[in-house]
Antibody, heavy 120, light 107 residues
């Protein structure tokens, strides 16, 4: 079955960097676009970024553009989110997510999430 | 950005009740709406895509409808396992956006 396992979360100071990873299994990772979505009590569910199945295109939310970078390694079935210059408002549970089918298509599977806390 | 206004934010209901949750988009999004169920400490679970297409394995008491700017999720007969928070989501255009959720609680 589909599994998405995130790691890399933790406590980080404002202005520092953090790299999240998501290892996928149970489906042909190289054939699917992937997303990062975060969730916090203040903002609810917030879409962060997406990357095309082959890594040839990326899109970002305005709130993270220029600070976060989404990438993938299809040889290792792994999705990444490089978070630079983090801010207090980036505090959230970060979910790695797989799309259902050929776009336009929503997310069908989500990982269990990894908590990022930005605090001095 | 397309705003998804979901109502009500909280709902108290009894087992067997019919429950309806509404989501209004700030502009027309055709039928590019999905619905998710989330329980505390868990990831969202995919229920419905393209406004009304039930995901495989989702009980038939769940249904979705709507197009353009008005969408609804209906649970025809609420079961104990259905007490959770429900979110609507538009994937018509980026940035993708979500409703703020409807928490369905036991009356």
């Amino acid at each position: 079955q589909v599994q998405l396992v995130e790691s890399g979360g933790g406590v980080v100071q404002p202005g520092r960097s953090l790299r999240l990873s998501c290892v996928a299994s149970g489906f042909a990772f190289r054939n699917y676009g992937m997303h990062w979505v975060r969730q916090s009590p203040d903002k609810g569910l917030e879409w962060v970024a997406t990357i095309l199945y082959d890594g040839s295109d990326e899109k970002y939310a305005d709130s993270v553009r220029g600070r976060f970078t989404i990438s993938r390694d299809n040889s290792k079935n792994t999705l990444f989110l490089q978070m630079n210059s983090v801010r207090v408002e980036d505090t959230a549970v970060y979910y790695c997510a797989k799309i259902y089918s050929i776009p336009p298509t929503p997310i069908d599977y989500w990982g269990q999430g990894t908590l990022v806390t930005v605090s001095s | 950005d397309i705003q998804m206004t979901q109502s009500p934010s909280n709902l108290s209901a009894s087992v067997g009740d019919r429950v309806t949750i509404t989501c209004r988009a700030s502009q027309s999004i055709s039928r590019w709406v999905a619905w998710y169920q989330q329980k505390p400490g868990k990831a969202p679970k995919f229920l419905i895509q393209k406004a009304s297409s039930l995901e495989t394995g989702v009980p038939s008491r769940f249904s979705g409808s709507g197009s353009g700017t008005e969408f609804t999720l209906t649970i025809s007969s609420l079961q104990p396992d259905d007490f959770a928070t429900y979110y609507c989501h538009q994937y018509h255009s980026y940035p993708w956006t979500f409703g703020r959720g409807t928490k369905v609680e036991i009356k």
